[in-house]
């Protein structure tokens, strides 16, 4: 039996990727992804999207792949690419070959999202008709030091395509059509990882532009593992694993790591005697007090889904009180619950998709549910207290 | 006392960090949650950003002076940071690239390069391995004066480099940390610096008299009266630890014995803050904090306020609700009765007695301060009877219509009067609740909780 190593709580900082609990079953389909292509990551915020991304960056790594990471988050392209081609210049196998890219050049090379994919930009030196295609020169550079692959994360994709889209009415679905022209081209030994948070319906009127790709889910944490992340919190805090307030802990936040971390670190700040911890009672009260923005839940159904909003509160009253459901059984019951004007069927099934897209819903095996149990209890509490 | 020997309310940063971490009473806690972020920075690959949260005056600057001051006593810890501070209300923050500009300037990076994703990777080459330790007071401001795009692109280089350990401060939370939709929401460890305890407060002041070399003072504070005297207090400060160490520079023992003497100093070295804090305030603002501070009781309805300001109900309504948010005032509801009617009160006690002391009118803030200082007396057990034995005193010596309709809202409230309860002014309301009530709350005046938002 391992002894247990005390981990120190981060609250929605960067993680040290030894320090991840849990998470192998997904970093194994990214891994297996990657052999195929790619993959796209998608959870609700705080759901530790970017410390897998991170872990498989470092496994990747030590597989020998090389790997490019950048982060999205940022509303402009120019910014955009200026950081990818910062991230190029500053790796250490792709570094050298960017430095040879550029002698086909004269003046200043740029990168640019240009037609079909990412290319260097600038005036060709006399006589010189050099590659432009990025990702094949990385690919190329990849091959050359011996790497399996060549893999690109790009984090936080659906931020700059909604920001985009917000600027100008279809850029943002440009920019996510050339990253599938990217990864859709005849490109040996590449791939590419996406990530994102908000719900890229948000940001592009296509149905799915990543749908290409294997979509890889980043929820709560399985009940072992997130026991064992409060353990390792309470130890590092406390000096003391404390097993059964762990549990009450990981079992109370659903097994959320951003929640467990939150709730370790409020007990450190309260100097509170753990071994006696209402931990429940912190969780409501954190839900009442609406500390992690939980009431968020519900302010933006009427932004997400104008003119529908009575039906989502009912889809969600409805989950919040049973189990699961299909999409038929959701549409009967509500059926009375909107006398005059019945949603049909295929409506419901619409609106559930969505909202399984904007991390209120998860489907399997026909039924609906709630994306986490959390859900349910933000929402029970939020509805008693605001009607 | 010496120039070297002077403490430096408003500028902790502008002291001897030793003598600030000496004088350290409270904040035990907080400094070793703060020193195992640095060690687990250090040491692993983890960013646990902290954002201090307290309003001026609770002590956030001191906090950062005395952790960067712990943290520069482990030479081989410093050793792998580079602490660089960003100007303390965002002056001049125009953009992240001036953010990363500064830091480039601050680490001697030479011809800083124009694109920001440029300028980040110089930035770091020249940590050469080191963690940045970015130093942002008022974050808050910082973040309004980068805007949401540069907030994003601030997350996106923390995030994606590694290099960056955030240890902020701001006087309130804000929609920019809170919010769901906002880059930065739910990505610092926001600690709240709690206002001190009587008993901190005692403490402060006789490290303060230490290091002041203040023999007679410190002396004083020793005794029975000087506790109590400062017990007396701690319900007008608040536990702020401004107001201690601003108090500590103008004390004497006889003052403070008396009490109000020691009172009437302290509005009178507060009056230059206060005065900053309410111009800061817009017009319609100003005139119903000033209406809480003059008004018949200290804490007034929204019909109340517009009946002496002049002001419509629904503006005073709209107003109030933003100093609330601001926490400039504290809103109170009956238990039981009409929850439509609040009843509004200045938060800060020393806020509300610095307007009428700027108008002369001393009798109210000389009442208070004798009512406390009697109630607190040694040697008093403290309950209702004690509390009437106090305001008894306060009607045989006599005062102006303000007091005597201070006093008889007290007596209203020892006669169980909820209504009057609720107007009974923060500082006094340890006389009319129960002690073991109060038990872990501390002073019921609230300055380390006062204003927060200029």
């Not at chain 1, 979509?215 to 694993?241: K, N, S, T, W, Y």
């Not at chain 2, 994703?117 to 130093?135: E, M, S, T």
């Not at chain 2, 973040?143 to 309130?172: F, K």
């Amino acid at each position: 039996m391992s002894v247990l190593q005390p981990i120190e709580p981060v609250l929605g900082g960067v993680v040290d990727p030894d320090d991840l609990v849990g998470r192998r079953d997904e970093l194994r389909r990214l891994e297996r992804a990657v052999a195929h292509g790619g993959a796209y990551l998608v959870g609700d915020r705080r759901m530790g999207k970017t410390s897998v991304l991170r872990k498989a960056r470092r496994e990747l790594e030590a597989s020998g792949h090389v790997v490019l990471y950048v982060s999205a988050e940022t509303d402009t392209l120019r910014k955009f690419e200026d950081a990818v081609a910062e991230a190029i210049r500053a790796h250490p196998v792709l570094g050298p070959s960017w430095r040879t890219w550029r002698r086909s050049f004269e003046g200043e090379v740029t990168l640019g999202f240009l037609g079909q994919s990412l290319r260097l930009q600038g005036a060709a030196s006399r006589g010189a008709d050099p590659e432009r295609d990025v990702f094949v020169l990385c690919a190329r550079a990849a091959e050359r030091a011996g790497a399996p692959s060549f893999v690109l994360i790009v984090d936080e994709v659906a931020q700059l395509a909604f920001h985009l889209a917000a600027q100008e009415p279809g850029a943002g679905a440009e920019f996510l059509r050339t990253l599938r022209r990217l990864r859709q081209a005849e490109r040996p030994r590449t791939a590419i990882v996406l990530a994102g948070s908000v719900g890229l319906h948000h940001a592009v009127a296509e149905k799915d532009p990543l749908n290409d790709l294997p979509r890889i889910e980043i929820g709560p944490l399985p009940p072992a593992e997130a026991d064992e992340l409060a353990q390792r919190l309470l130890l590092a805090v406390f000096g003391d694993p404390h097993p059964e307030v762990a549990s009450r802990i990981a079992r109370a936040v659903a097994g959320i790591p951003y929640y467990i971390h939150s709730l370790v670190g409020t007990l450190d700040q309260r100097g509170a005697d753990v071994a006696s911890a209402d931990v429940d009672g912190l969780v409501d009260q954190s839900l009442d007090e609406n500390t992690w923005d939980t009431d968020h839940y519900y302010d933006r159904i009427a932004k997400y889904y104008p003119g529908e909003e009575a039906l989502v509160v009912a889809v969600l009253d409805e989950l919040s009180h049973r189990e699961a459901a299909t999409r038929d059984e959701l549409a009967a019951t509500l059926r009375n619950q909107f006398f005059e004007d019945p949603p049909g069927v295929a409506a419901v099934g619409e609106v559930l998709n969505r909202m399984r897209l904007d991390n209120y819903l998860t489907y399997a095996d026909g039924d609906y549910r709630l994306e986490t149990a959390l859900l349910g209890r933000i929402w029970t509490r939020l509805r008693r207290r605001r009607g | 006392m010496t120039s070297a020997e002077r403490s430096r309310p408003y500028t902790p940063q502008r002291e001897d960090p030793a003598a600030l971490a000496a004088r350290t009473v409270g904040r035990e806690r907080l400094l070793a949650s703060l020193q195992r972020s640095f060690r687990s920075a250090a040491t692993k690959a983890n960013r646990n950003h902290t954002l201090l949260v307290g309003p001026r005056g609770s002590g956030k600057s001191h906090v950062i002076e005395v952790a960067l001051y712990a943290l520069r006593q482990d030479a081989a810890l410093a050793s792998r940071f580079a602490v660089v501070r960003l100007p303390e209300d965002a002056m001049g923050l125009v953009g992240i690239e001036r953010v990363t500009a500064l830091v480039c300037a601050d680490l001697g990076v030479r011809s800083p390069p124009a694109s920001l994703a440029a300028q980040q990777q110089a930035i770091h080459v020249a940590l050469d391995g080191r963690v940045l330790l970015l130093v942002a007071e008022n974050l808050d401001r910082v973040m309004r004066a980068l805007g949401p795009g540069g907030q994003r692109d601030l997350r996106s280089w923390v995030e994606t480099s590694g290099d960056v350990l955030l240890l902020a401060s701001t006087p309130l939370l804000f929609a920019g940390v809170q919010d769901r939709d906002k880059p930065w929401y739910g990505a610092f460890a926001t600690i709240a610096v709690p206002p001190l305890t009587p008993r901190e407060g005692h403490e402060l002041l006789l490290r303060l008299a230490g290091q002041h070399g203040d023999s007679a003072l410190a002396e004083h504070l020793r005794t029975p009266r000087g506790r109590a005297r400062v017990r007396a207090l701690a319900e007008l400060t608040g536990g702020s630890p401004r107001v201690w160490t601003i108090l500590s520079g103008c004390v004497t023992p006889e003052s403070l014995d008396a009490l109000v003497p020691a009172v009437h100093e302290l509005l009178e070295e507060l009056v230059p803050a206060y005065q900053q804090l309410l111009w800061d305030l817009p017009p319609g603002e100003q005139v119903v904090v000033e209406a809480l501070s003059t008004g018949r009781h200290a804490a007034l309805t929204v019909s109340e306020l517009a009946a002496a300001t002049g002001i419509g109900q629904p503006q005073v309504s709209k107003i109030v609700r933003g100093l609330a948010a601001n926490r400039w005032v504290v809103a109170d509801k009956l238990p039981s009765g009409d929850q439509r009617r609040t009843w509004y009160q200045l938060r800060e006690p020393l806020l509300r007695h610095h307007v009428a002391y700027r108008a002369g009118e001393l009798g109210v803030v000389t009442l208070v301060a004798s009512l406390l200082r009697e109630y607190f007396e040694v040697g008093r057990a403290r309950g209702p009877a004690t509390a009437r034995a106090a305001v008894r005193l306060g009607t045989e010596v006599g005062t102006d219509d303000a007091g005597a309709g201070l006093l008889a809202t007290v007596t209203a409230a020892l006669d169980g009067s909820a209504e009057a309860h609720l107007r009974v002014p923060l500082e006094l309301r340890a006389l009319v609740e129960e002690p073991s009530a109060r038990a872990g709350r501390g002073p019921a005046a609230a300055g380390g909780e006062g204003p927060g938002a200029a």
